[in-house]
């Protein structure tokens, strides 16, 4: 299993490994079953990680670093996000992405994962304050310098693309891309196709509303779905009818409905590689498996007809998340 990302990119695995949620976001999780998991993982041929450095704010690449110590550093792509601010309580307090700020982020990244390189380095979000040309030109110093292989975007449109790929060619956009959250598709995808960029989606289950395993008892503590408005009050119940309906699809067809959104996902390009959020065995195991299935266009079409995009209640992110997403200003996001 092996997809490029890109012209220009590396070559990885069909799936990549969200660790995400190993640290931060979606509750507590189980150290040692996190680090279980990355294992699981790299022996099923899963060959690359996506982190943050803001995520638990530096424990998710401790994590990964302890994760990997018995194992080949060559054998695995090793993506990470930088620029987020946050207090020590873990709000969100900015975004920092000049040039002296990247070089900064990238020296404690490589001091906690323990390693001489990162493979693909990308800023979470735009900075407001600074062009994205003097973040990639940062990074494009970093790669020239050998402590970054390849430099990657989050959440951008179409023009932010065309302005960082001038300054650097760009291996992959990171994007929300799922049954649910299909913005990429109105012009983002088209312009990374027309420039050879590759696509890392994640959001594929939407934060596990498409995981077949969500319920509206399900309790929230501190937890990014609680106040992501898709998981709240009369929006959540729309959601849920249809994850009810990809459900019967799914038991008509043989998988189950977080296998049915990744394959979904898996067939939209060979461009485009899916982070799975995985945190336990089983969910990772599901995940492998859904590289299996099959899907003919009238499965395809039975899919998209159970959760139309139209349908979805709720934005992907509150209000303040969605004024950070560049990926949805541009005039034909909406
Ligand atoms: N660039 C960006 O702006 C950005 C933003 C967000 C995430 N990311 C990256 O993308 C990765 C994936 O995103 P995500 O974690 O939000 O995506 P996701 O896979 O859509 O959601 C993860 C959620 O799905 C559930 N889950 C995972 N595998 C499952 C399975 N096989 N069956 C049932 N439930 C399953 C988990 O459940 P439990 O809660 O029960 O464990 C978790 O709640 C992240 O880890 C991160 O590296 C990037």
Known sequence: MARTLGNTGPTVSDLGLGAMGMSDMYG????GESIATIHAALDAGVTLIDTGDFYGMGHNELLIAEALRDRNRDDVTISVKFGGL???GGAWIGYDARPAAVK??????LQRLGTDHVDIYRPSRVDPNVPIEETIGAIAEMVEAGYVRYVGLSEVGPETIRRAAAVH???DLQIEYSLMSRGIERGILQTCRELGIGVTAYGVLSRGLLSGSWSKE???GRDFRATSPRFQGENLERNLKLVDKLREVAEAHGGNVA???LAWVLTRGDDIVPLIGARRRPQLQDAIAALELRLSADELAQIEAAVPAEAVAGTRYNEVGMK???SEQHPAAH
């Not at 507590?28 to 150290?31: H, L, N, T």
């Not at 900064?104 to 990244?109: D, I, K, N, Q, V």
Request: aromatic share 8%; proline share 12%.
């Open 259 to 261: 296998q049915l959104a």
């Open 169 to 171: 060619p760009i291996s």
């Open 218 to 220: 399900r309790k929230l």
């Open 324 to 326: 950070h997403l560049d």
């Open 86 to 88: 946050r207090d020590p």
């Open 104 to 109: 900064t982020f990238l020296s404690y990244t």
């Open 28 to 31: 507590p999780a189980d150290r």
